[in-house]
C-alpha cells in the first residue's frame, strides 16, 4: 500500500504564483508516471500536467508556459510550480501517480485547494 500527501495550494491573486508538492511513501517499488489533476465546481476533473520516470512531461493547453510540473526520484516527490495564475485555474488539485508496489495501482492524494481571486 502506497499514500500519496499533499502540500502547498491556498489564495492568491491574479497573476499571482503558488507551488504544489506531493509525496509518495508506503511500499513502493517504482513510479511511474505521476501528474497533478484538477476539478472545479460543476466540472469534471481534468489532467493538468503529467511527467514520466523518464522526465517527458505533458501539459494541457490551458496551462502551458505558466505551470511547470517536476519529480524527485531520489525523494519519490513531484511539484508543480503554477505561475501566472487566473481566475479559471481556481480548483481542487489532485496528485496522481502510477506505482508499482505488491501491485501496480493508481493512487490519488487528498486533493488540495487553489483559489485564484481576480
Known amino acids: 500500500q502506497a499514500q500519496l500527501v499533499e502540500s502547498g495550494g491556498g489564495l492568491v491573486q491574479a497573476g499571482g504564483s503558488l507551488r504544489l508538492s506531493c509525496a509518495a511513501s508506503g511500499i513502493i517499488f517504482s513510479i511511474f508516471h505521476m501528474g497533478w489533476y484538477r476539478q472545479a465546481p460543476g466540472k469534471q476533473r481534468e489532467l493538468v500536467a503529467l511527467i514520466t520516470s523518464g522526465g517527458n512531461t505533458n501539459y494541457t493547453e490551458s496551462v502551458k508556459g505558466r505551470f511547470t510540473i517536476s519529480r524527485d526520484n531520489a525523494k519519490r516527490t513531484v511539484t508543480l510550480q503554477m505561475n501566472s495564475l487566473k481566475p479559471d485555474d481556481t480548483a481542487v488539485y489532485y496528485c496522481?501517480?502510477?506505482?508499482?508496489?505488491?501491485?501496480?495501482?493508481?493512487?490519488w492524494g487528498q486533493g488540495t485547494q487553489v483559489t485564484v481571486s481576480s
Open positions: 496522481n501517480a502510477r506505482i508499482m508496489g505488491r501491485s501496480q495501482v493508481t493512487y
